[in-house]
């Protein structure tokens, strides 16, 4: 079955950084466009960040671009999130998503605070 595990959350400073990761299982992980997305209390999942299956496009929310970096490894099935300059606002949990026909599948996610 498919399997999403999300690594890399914590608690970090204004201005510092977190790199997350997703290793992905259960499906042709080549194939798939992946997602990061992102959630607060009381607020909808939001899509933070997006990338194609051979990499080649990458797309962010405003809120982010510039500051994080999406990014996949096609050998060991990971897709991971570089996150830089981050704000306390980015405070979140962060899940990992892979659409394949029609179902949306999501990790269990991780904890990003950012706070001083």
């Known amino acids: 079955q498919v399997r999403l595990v999300e690594s890399g959350g914590g608690l970090v400073q204004p201005g510092g950084s977190l790199r997350l990761s997703c290793t992905a299982s259960g499906f042709t992980f080549n194939t798939a466009a992946m997602t990061w997305f992102r959630q607060t209390p009381g607020r909808l999942r939001e899509l933070v960040a997006a990338?194609?299956?051979?990499?080649?496009?990458?797309n962010y929310m405003d809120s982010v671009r510039g500051r994080f970096t999406i990014s996949r490894d096609n050998d060991k099935n990971t897709v991971d999130l570089e996150m830089n300059s981050l704000k306390p606002e980015d405070t979140a949990v962060y899940y990992c998503?892979?659409?394949?026909?029609?179902?949306?599948?999501w990790g269990k996610g991780t904890l990003v605070t950012v706070s001083s």
């Open positions: 990338i194609t299956e051979t990499g080649d496009t990458t």
């Open positions: 998503s892979v659409l394949l026909r029609s179902n949306r599948y």
